[in-house]
């Protein structure tokens, strides 16, 4: 076996258990360690006089210990350990808290490194807990890790050490040709990797990062642009007539200017040489599954099978409900299909789908299971996109001959990133929301004006409207979230909302209680839902106003805006309440934005801001691979540099077989590896 495959429990030092420790970082083999990059670093390669020492800032010290540790027994299980050092001009006094062990090392006479943030006052220094080397061992500077439970960052280190010995020959295989080095000014891969986990300088830290982010995005790249060349087949779907003027005749209100653009754009895809790919981003609440009808029906009408595909139940029964009912009076036969369903019901409609009696599918992930046949598929729609992961994205496409794809997502994303994220798709926006909505009225209150709230919401109610309460959001895990969920709704059952018809709807349900609990929100006999955040996504109740999110700071603020986006669908006046306690500065900022605009891409864009682009590309719903090293608020220039380079190693050689890129191809199909079953070919 190559060490680069060899499990980590084989690894000198590891073992069983450990292995299973690292494993929940994300490394399992030897090899993985390589692209385990730290977190950030320990600088001991410049050290800092003990007079000019920053205060509050990790630096490095180097002195001489003056005594050895003196013990001072504050209480029973806690021991200070303290000694002076010196650095030959001043000195400073060093504090361990019930370190013994690291005590017990420290020699009088002795040179050591001391790395840790000085405090004290202008007549003493002093550094608590500092970790301790002894001078003799270098300067350099040191990686930090990620740690997790039994895992420290020195440990690792020691792995780190240890792998790059027994992939010492691996390393000269270098993805990246000579010649994109060459022209991109980038160091060997050997060199990269080497510093960037024990940096020699701060200059060869910067070089190894350069490079390594190159190759990262520059993978990244070639990938989302042979997505995209994928669907340069031609159009085997052909919509030949326009049937929107029909639609619109179905339509009991009239299309905004931007959905009527949208839809323009949509079936002129369609009707063009290439099959459609196109992202439609709006706001909630602009108007997309109208938008979407539209295109099925031009789509059923020219003799094609169309399927809608949604992230919950909830929602693909919602679509089913009403397009159901605005498009079956036309003729177009709608079909429902969830993994819930019962097996007769599921083959029944399996059977009409296949044999083409149903026009319009509609479902959930279901839809992209093997079963799932259809006689004549020409185009897949997926709403709320960020759900689904282009791997999914594929498989469904993969189920007709290049039906057309339409992917609407409600989550704003700046263009440039959308450029990214989306690089394979074209791109439309409906920036207008239908008239006669009144903005939402949102306001951030203390938890100690709970009550104010809920006797808000009681006034609401006795004049027949209906709300929705979001419950805390626990960040343990799907198993507390929802013993916090129950709890929480027994609260209020028993407490501010004694009386009051109350339902509780959460991710854990069986989709058939889900089903019970929203239908009857639907029709009133439920006045309070209290709910997880499975109503982010697309549940349309318009007599429903009124919005209150407990915990508020811990949800994202597009997260929020989609929360606050069930409320304002009617024509009565809505209000979001945002409960939170948070203290600092930027978290109270982040509200105020909510609180200021209901413009979705303003909020997306202070998102940004605030928090950088990070947070888009680690939350994964793009479905995108996550990215390792590259941060896109520090690296959008070599994003640049790399996606030139992608286009122009793809024009060079398309199918990448010369030997230069053979290596680059198999990184390629690595980092997309679940794309489908037809991979990226
Ligand atoms: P989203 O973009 O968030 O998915 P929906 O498609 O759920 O929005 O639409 C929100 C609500 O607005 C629905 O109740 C829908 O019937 C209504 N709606 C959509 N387009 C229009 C329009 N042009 N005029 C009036 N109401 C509309
Ligand atoms: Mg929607």
Same mark, same amino acid.
């Given at each position: 076996?190559?060490?680069?495959?060899?499990?980590?429990?084989?690894?000198?030092?590891?073992?069983?258990?450990?292995?299973?420790?690292?494993?929940?970082?994300?490394?399992?083999? !030897?090899?993985?360690?390589?692209?385990?990059?730290?977190?950030?670093?320990?600088?001991?390669?410049?050290?800092?006089?003990?007079?000019?020492?920053?205060?509050?800032?990790? %630096?490095?010290?180097?002195?001489?210990?003056?005594?050895?540790?003196?013990?001072?027994?504050?209480?029973?299980?806690?021991?200070?350990?303290?000694?002076?050092?010196?650095?030959?001009?001043?000195?400073?006094?060093?504090?361990?808290?019930?370190?013994?062990?690291?005590?017990?090392?420290?020699?009088?006479?002795?040179?050591?490194?001391?790395?840790?943030?000085?405090?004290?006052?202008?007549?003493?220094?002093?550094?608590?807990?500092?970790?301790?080397?002894?001078?003799?061992?270098?300067? %350099?500077?040191?990686?930090?890790?990620?740690?997790?439970?039994?895992?420290?960052?020195?440990?690792?280190?020691? %792995?780190?050490?240890?792998?790059?010995?027994?992939?010492?020959?691996?390393?000269?295989?270098?993805?990246?040709?000579?010649?994109?080095?060459?022209?991109?000014? =980038?160091?060997?891969?050997?060199?990269?990797?080497?510093?960037?986990?024990?940096?020699?300088?701060?200059?060869?830290?910067?070089?190894?990062?350069?490079?390594?982010?190159?190759?990262?995005?520059?993978? =990244?790249?070639?990938?989302?642009?042979?997505?995209?060349?994928?669907?340069?087949?031609?159009?085997?779907?052909?919509?030949?007539?326009?049937?929107?003027?029909?639609?619109?005749?179905?339509?009991?209100?009239?299309?905004?200017?931007?959905?009527?653009?949208?839809?323009?754009?949509?079936?002129?895809?369609?009707?063009? *040489?290439?099959?459609?790919?196109?992202?439609?981003?709006?706001?909630?609440?602009?108007?997309?599954?109208?938008?979407?009808?539209?295109?099925?029906?031009?789509?059923?009408?020219?003799?094609?099978?169309?399927?809608?595909?949604?992230?919950?139940?909830?929602?693909?029964?919602?679509?089913?409900?009403?397009?159901?009912?605005?498009?079956?009076?036309?003729?177009?036969?709608?079909?429902?299909?969830?993994?819930?369903?019962?097996?007769? *019901?599921?083959?029944?409609?399996?059977?009409?789908?296949?044999?083409?009696?149903?026009? =319009?599918?509609?479902?959930?992930?279901?839809?992209?299971?093997?079963?799932?046949?259809?006689?004549?598929?020409?185009?897949?729609?997926?709403?709320?996109?960020?759900?689904?992961?282009?791997?999914?994205?594929?498989?469904?496409?993969?189920?007709?001959?290049?039906?057309?794809?339409?992917?609407?997502?409600?989550?704003?994303?700046?263009?440039?990133?959308?450029?990214?994220?989306?690089?394979?798709?074209?791109?439309?926006?409906?920036?207008?929301?239908?008239?006669?909505?009144?903005?939402?009225?949102?306001?951030?209150?203390?938890?100690?004006?709970?009550?104010?709230?809920?006797?808000?919401?009681?006034?609401?109610?006795?004049?027949?409207?209906?709300?929705?309460?979001?419950?805390?959001?626990?960040?343990?895990?799907?198993?507390?979230?929802?013993?916090?969920?129950?709890?929480?709704?027994?609260?209020?059952?028993?407490?501010?909302?004694?009386?009051?018809?109350?339902?509780?709807?959460?991710?854990?349900?069986?989709?058939? *209680?889900?089903?019970?609990?929203?239908?009857?929100?639907?029709?009133?006999?439920?006045?309070?839902?209290?709910?997880?955040?499975?109503?982010?996504?697309?549940?349309?109740?318009?007599?429903? !106003?009124?919005?209150?999110?407990?915990?508020?700071?811990?949800?994202?603020?597009?997260?929020?805006?989609?929360?606050?986006?069930?409320?304002?669908?009617?024509?009565?006046?809505?209000?979001?309440?945002?409960?939170?306690?948070?203290?600092?500065?930027?978290?109270?900022?982040?509200?105020?934005?909510?609180?200021?605009?209901?413009?979705?891409?303003?909020?997306?864009?202070?998102?940004?801001?605030?928090?950088?682009?990070?947070?888009?590309?680690?939350?994964?719903?793009?479905?995108?691979?996550?990215?390792?090293?590259?941060?896109?608020?520090?690296?959008?220039? =070599?994003?640049?540099?790399?996606?030139?380079?992608?286009?122009? !190693?793809?024009?060079?050689?398309?199918?990448?077989?010369?030997?230069?890129?053979?290596?680059?191809?198999?990184?390629?199909?690595?980092?997309? *590896?679940? !794309?489908?079953?037809?991979?990226?070919?």
């Amino acid at each position: 076996m190559c060490a680069f495959d060899m499990p980590l429990r084989f690894l000198k030092g590891v073992g069983e258990r450990r292995a299973e420790q690292l494993s929940r970082l994300g490394v399992f083999y !030897v090899g993985d360690l390589l692209h385990f990059f730290p977190r950030s670093y320990e600088d001991w390669s410049v050290i800092v006089p003990i007079q000019d020492a920053p205060y509050g800032q990790p %630096c490095c010290v180097k002195g001489t210990a003056l005594a050895a540790p003196t013990e001072n027994r504050i209480r029973k299980g806690l021991s200070l350990y303290k000694f002076t050092v010196s650095d030959g001009i001043s000195t400073m006094k060093v504090i361990l808290f019930n370190n013994k062990y690291a005590a017990a090392k420290v020699k009088t006479g002795q040179e050591y490194l001391f790395f840790g943030q000085v405090g004290g006052d202008f007549t003493h220094r002093e550094m608590s807990s500092p970790l301790i080397e002894p001078a003799s061992d270098g300067q %350099c500077i040191r990686p930090i890790y990620r740690q997790t439970e039994g895992i420290n960052t020195r440990f690792i280190e020691n %792995c780190m050490a240890k792998a790059l010995e027994l992939l010492d020959k691996e390393l000269d295989d270098d993805p990246l040709p000579a010649k994109i080095r060459q022209q991109y000014e =980038l160091c060997t891969r050997r060199f990269a990797i080497e510093n960037i986990h024990f940096p020699t300088d701060s200059g060869a830290l910067a070089i190894s990062r350069k490079r390594l982010v190159f190759e990262e995005l520059l993978i =990244l790249q070639i990938g989302l642009l042979k997505l995209k060349s994928r669907s340069r087949s031609s159009n085997s779907a052909v919509i030949e007539d326009d049937f929107t003027s029909d639609f619109l005749n179905l339509l009991p209100f009239k299309l905004t200017a931007a959905q009527s653009r949208t839809m323009a754009e949509c079936i002129r895809d369609m009707q063009g *040489e290439r099959p459609m790919n196109r992202l439609v981003q709006g706001d909630v609440g602009s108007g997309k599954t109208a938008v979407a009808a539209g295109v099925a029906f031009s789509a059923v009408k020219n003799g094609f099978q169309a399927a809608l595909m949604a992230p919950t139940e909830i929602l693909a029964e919602q679509h089913a409900r009403s397009l159901t009912a605005l498009l079956e009076p036309s003729g177009v036969k709608v079909g429902l299909l969830t993994g819930s369903m019962m097996v007769a *019901e599921k083959r029944r409609i399996l059977e009409a789908l296949s044999a083409g009696e149903i026009n =319009l599918i509609i479902g959930t992930h279901a839809l992209l299971s093997e079963g799932v046949t259809f006689n004549r598929l020409g185009l897949v729609i997926t709403d709320e996109q960020h759900r689904f992961g282009v791997s999914q994205r594929a498989t469904l496409a993969a189920k007709g001959l290049n039906p057309h794809l339409l992917v609407m997502s409600a989550t704003p994303i700046p263009r440039t990133l959308a450029l990214i994220f989306y690089g394979d798709l074209d791109i439309s926006i409906l920036d207008e929301l239908p008239p006669g909505r009144t903005p939402v009225e949102t306001y951030a209150i203390g938890s100690d004006k709970r009550e104010r709230a809920f006797n808000y919401i009681k006034k609401h109610i006795a004049e027949g409207r209906q709300a929705y309460i979001v419950c805390p959001l626990v960040e343990n895990g799907e198993e507390t979230d929802l013993a916090s969920a129950t709890e929480y709704f027994d609260k209020l059952a028993e407490g501010s909302f004694k009386g009051y018809k109350l339902g509780l709807l959460h991710g854990r349900m069986k989709p058939s *209680e889900k089903d019970q609990i929203m239908k009857a929100f639907i029709h009133n006999e439920i006045s309070i839902l209290i709910s997880t955040t499975v109503i982010e996504v697309g549940v349309d109740v318009p007599n429903a !106003v009124l919005m209150v999110i407990e915990n508020a700071e811990r949800f994202g603020l597009a997260q929020l805006h989609q929360l606050r986006g069930r409320v304002g669908r009617g024509k009565h006046r809505s209000t979001c309440i945002l409960i939170s306690d948070a203290q600092n500065q930027e978290a109270k900022r982040r509200l105020k934005v909510l609180c200021s605009t209901n413009d979705g891409f303003r909020i997306a864009d202070e998102d940004l801001k605030l928090r950088g682009p990070g947070d888009f590309f680690g939350s994964r719903q793009h479905g995108l691979p996550a990215l390792k090293i590259a941060d896109l608020t520090e690296d959008m220039q =070599l994003l640049r540099l790399a996606q030139d380079a992608a286009r122009q !190693v793809l024009q060079e050689d398309p199918d990448m077989k010369h030997p230069d890129y053979i290596a680059l191809s198999g990184e390629v199909q690595k980092l997309f *590896e679940n !794309v489908g079953e037809q991979g990226l070919n």
